[in-house]
């Protein structure tokens, strides 16, 4: 089932999410459902909190920029990460524009480390470890940053983020132009 998703404003966005329980009732049908929003919604990464669930999983399939970014690789990144902790981050800081499902036409250039080493419990509970960079580690840094309440323009230098204001405003009221379900706060 496609959920609508969770936009700038709704305060779920804002919560450290907490740790999901291995005897998490539904957490197959959470997984399917956040597969299936992400698609519809044309995304390549999408956190719980994004549909309104304050809980640490989010999902990513790269699969559709695979071709466009020019890295093998992203054509087989299909994963769900449950209670993932990056445990390390290195490498220089590269500038990649991002954009978010919960930040409807928002796009800006982010700088993050380039590499991550993360470990996560896959929807098999199997305790994983592993180390990404590129657009994979990118994808990684910003769920990951939703599952403690953080969006990428709080990442971007206060000047443009200032230039922003009134485009977040506008969505945080619902004034946006998007194709797929999305709740906002209510005034
Ligand atoms: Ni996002």
């Known amino acids: 089932m496609?959920?609508?998703?969770?936009?700038?404003?709704?305060?779920?966005?804002?919560?450290?999410?907490?740790?999901?329980?291995?005897?998490?009732?539904?957490?197959?049908?959470?997984?399917?459902?956040?597969?299936?929003?992400?698609?519809?919604?044309?995304?390549?990464?999408?956190?719980?909190?994004?549909?309104?669930?304050?809980?640490?999983?989010?999902?990513?399939?790269?699969?559709?920029?695979?071709?466009?970014?020019g890295e093998p690789e992203l054509k087989d990144f299909k994963k769900v990460f449950i209670n993932p902790i990056i445990l390390d981050e290195w490498g220089d800081p590269w500038s990649f524009e991002e954009g978010c499902l919960s930040l409807p036409n928002v796009r800006e250039d982010v700088s993050r480390p380039t590499n991550i080493r993360v470990e996560y419990y896959d929807e098999n509970w199997n305790l994983i470890e592993e180390e990404y960079d590129g657009i994979r580690a990118r994808v990684i840094q910003h769920e990951y940053d939703h599952l403690d309440g953080k969006l990428f323009v709080d990442r971007i230098n206060p000047i443009r983020r200032k230039l922003l204001s009134a485009r977040l405003n506008a969505i945080s009221r619902g004034k946006i132009d998007k194709d797929y379900k999305i709740v906002f706060p209510k005034k």
């Open 2 to 69: 496609v959920l609508p998703v969770y936009v700038y404003g709704m305060s779920v966005l804002r919560k450290v999410a907490p740790e999901i329980q291995e005897d998490y009732e539904g957490l197959d049908q959470l997984i399917a459902d956040m597969f299936e929003t992400m698609r519809a919604s044309d995304g390549i990464g999408l956190a719980a909190p994004q549909v309104g669930k304050s809980l640490r999983i989010f999902v990513a399939d790269t699969s559709p920029v695979s071709e466009d970014k």
